[in-house]
RNA sequence: UGGGGCGUAGCCAAGCGGUAAGGCACGGGAAUUUGGAUCCCGCAUUCGAAGGUUCGAAUCCUUCCGCCCCAGCCA
């Protein structure tokens, strides 16, 4: 019933803007913005908020904003920018002509600060940050006020507009609200509301010195943009008094709600931009767009669709409780979207020699096959089929455990819209070990379509004409983190996140083979190898040389039978 | 330590005084030319704990416990 695209119960923010509607509150308007700092990348956690933004506004008949909040350009870039409007975009969501930037109301909130001092509720502070801090008391004790707190409205009005001016060195004077040194909430004591900064912004360039903190920005832009919800995460609820502090004492007509949800945290990765950059700068990965990564580049990367990952932030609720959602969720909102719509293929990763030798050697068939059998339309194709063949190393076994349906010594098994083969032999490496190859002789009358076929055989496996297939090399991805429990298995809990990094995170194999019919398949191609997983072709791909990045393997309940085997060992 | 939040299954999460939805994961089975997909079945006598109110409490009250966030001129 809870499939894709079926509804989810209604959350708790969603409640809130029925209610308003029904007060008519905001003449019954609903506006959202997403407000993204320009100083990273936007990841899986961001896509939550921005599926909860844009989704709230078209349910509700409203609207919402793409704002970038560029207060701060000693951390921010034009290439942030970029990358964000490209990821939110790729995410399939549209602002219309509504991108808009805290830097176009710079102007603006210069005007309201002169206002804020007017009404005696801000003042220009001569105190060093190290002064501040320190004025500024502690959990258990009251702050002090500032001895520059109660100049004349003239004389902040006349220092403040030389902060603008450029008379000052950066960090020697800031603008602060005077709202009450001694609240128990810290950011209630004389908060900063501008400081000197003589970085060049990416947008305005060297126009502006002083800059406006977070804290007072944040509600003027959202009343600026009419905004009715201004939802952000939990870590910014004890701003809201300061929130609702600026609107108030500026008397603006109908101020937005500020209303904070938790934000989204995954097992088996980072999600913090401190983490995230570290891994990248420090090479840990290969850049941004690393497919192991949770960026949503990555996951682009990797092969992720835009609806997966809709789907995935519909589906995980939005509440205020600190929450861990397991990676294997994500994994299945891929494979639920990817089983209905990639096509099926053959590639071999771990090639292993078979030889038919009843079949004709100068004989080629092309075998019929289905291209998805989820759906009908997707059609056919052939596959090219002849005396030399590659199958997976995995599914020959000299020796077959319990419950192994695949190829063993004497043992019958189908090949996928082929032949049924009998093992009749193979050839070993006696120093190493190694098989080489494997001999089988098939049944002419077992042909897929033909009634000899219908017999029943345990295994079905897939393969490859060695004449016809292609080489490929294929990405294979794990988690990036280990499980925290192996982590303190293997390392002893250490604190540092480098330390948890799963080291088998990439596997790279360079010898797979792959049906023909992938001549020439275009990078972001998605496909189901059969029995192995999805597949994405990567931007490296050439014609050349193809190259597949796993997106996800598909369940595999051999794997699990097999592990579980080797656990009861002991 | 003062303030702000949050505790429902292994993980998310509904529930809003009338007797614990759903999904993921997990276990079992059916069917199967992907050990995939699909389909069945199972999976909280109990909601952080203890008291109280009530005919009736996950929902209301009290106390306690645990976890997260806050002392940037970051957002």
Redesign the pocket.
Same mark, same amino acid.
């Given at each position: 019933?809870? !499939?894709i695209g079926s509804k989810?119960?209604? @959350? =708790?923010i969603q409640?809130i803007i029925d209610n308003d509607k029904k007060a008519n509150k905001y003449n019954g308007r609903v506006h959202l913005r997403f407000? &993204?700092?320009p @100083?990273g990348y936007l990841h899986i956690g961001h896509a939550k908020s921005i599926c909860l933004n844009f989704g709230l506004a078209a349910k509700n008949g409203g609207l919402c904003n793409l704002r970038f #909040?560029d207060?701060?350009p000693?951390?921010e870039d034009m290439e942030y920018i970029d990358s964000i409007i490209n990821d939110v975009r790729w995410l399939g969501f549209n602002w219309g002509d509504r991108l808009f930037y805290?830097s176009d109301y710079f102007e603006k909130m210069y005007e309201y600060a002169i206002s804020l001092i007017k009404l005696g509720k801000a003042y220009v502070? #001569?105190?060093? &940050?190290e002064?501040? *801090?320190e004025y500024?008391?502690? =959990?258990?004790?009251p702050g002090k006020e500032s001895p520059y707190r109660n100049r004349s409205v003239e004389e902040n009005l006349d220092l403040f507009r030389r902060m603008q001016n450029g008379e000052f060195p950066?960090?020697? $004077?800031?603008l602060r609200a005077k709202i009450d040194m001694s609240s &128990?909430?810290? +950011?209630m004591r004389d908060?900063?509301l501008y $400081?000197?900064?003589r970085a060049t912004h990416p947008r305005t360039g060297d126009k502006w010195c002083i %800059?406006?903190? %977070? #804290?007072y920005?944040?509600p003027l832009e959202d009343y600026f943009e009419g905004i009715t919800h201004s939802i952000c995460?939990?870590? =910014?609820? #004890?701003? $809201?008094p300061l929130y609702e502090w600026v609107l108030n004492t500026l008397n603006l007509p109908d101020p937005p709600q500020q209303i904070?949800f938790?934000r989204l @945290?995954l097992?088996n990765t980072v999600m913090s931009k401190r983490k995230l950059r570290k891994l990248v700068e420090e090479g840990y990965v290969s850049g941004w767009d690393d497919p192991r990564l949770p960026t949503i580049s990555g996951l682009r990367r990797r092969g992720y669709t835009p609806e997966a990952i809709r789907n995935f932030c519909d589906?995980?609720?939005?509440?205020?409780? @600190? !929450?861990?959602?397991?990676i294997?969720?994500l994994?299945?909102c891929i494979?639920?979207d990817l +089983? /209905?719509r990639a096509p $099926?293929v053959m590639g071999v990763l771990h090639p292993l020699k078979l030889v038919i030798v009843n079949y004709p050697e100068d004989i080629v068939e092309e075998m019929e096959s289905?291209n998805?059998?989820?759906d009908s339309a997707a059609g056919t194709r052939k596959i090219p089929f002849s005396r030399i063949l590659y199958i997976e190393q995995d599914d020959f076994c000299e020796s077959?455990p319990k419950? %192994? =349906?695949?190829l063993a010594p004497g043992n019958e098994v189908? /090949? *996928?819209?082929?032949y049924i083969i009998k093992c009749e032999g193979f050839i070993k490496d006696e120093k190493t070990g190694e098989i080489k190859e494997v001999h089988c002789t098939y049944d002419p009358e077992?042909? !897929?379509? *033909?009634p000899g076929?219908?017999r029943?055989?345990?295994?079905?496996?897939?393969w490859v004409s060695a004449a016809h297939a292609l080489e490929a090399e294929v990405r294979l991805y794990d988690y990036l983190l280990l499980d925290q429990n192996e982590v303190a298995e293997e390392q002893g809990e250490g604190k540092d996140f480098i330390n948890q990094l799963n080291p088998n995170s990439l596997e790279v194999l360079t010898n797979c083979l792959v049906e023909p019919s992938l001549a020439g398949a275009a990078p972001g191609s998605r496909y189901?190898?059969?029995?192995?997983g999805y597949f994405c072709v990567d931007p490296d791909s050439t014609s050349d040389k193809l190259i597949f990045n796993r997106i996800v393997s598909?369940?595999?309940?051999?794997?699990?039978?097999r592990k579980?085997n080797k656990n009861q060992k002991f």
């Open positions: 019933m809870d !499939s989810t119960s209604v @959350n =708790f409640e407000p &993204p700092e @100083n #909040d207060t701060n000693s951390k805290a502070c #001569d105190l060093s &940050p002064e501040i *801090k500024r008391g502690s =959990f258990k004790e950066d960090g020697s $004077r800031v &128990p909430n810290l +950011n908060p900063v $400081r000197i900064l %800059y406006p903190m %977070y #804290d920005a944040h995460t939990l870590e =910014f609820e #004890d701003h $809201r904070e938790a @945290n097992t589906r995980i609720g939005v509440s205020k409780s @600190n !929450s861990v959602v397991d294997r969720f994994e299945h494979r639920e +089983n /209905l $099926r289905e998805n059998p989820e077959p419950k %192994y =349906f695949r189908r /090949l *996928k819209n082929a077992s042909k !897929s379509g *033909k076929a219908k029943k055989v345990k295994g079905t496996l897939h189901q190898f059969m029995r192995k598909l369940r595999d309940t051999w794997d699990k039978i579980a």
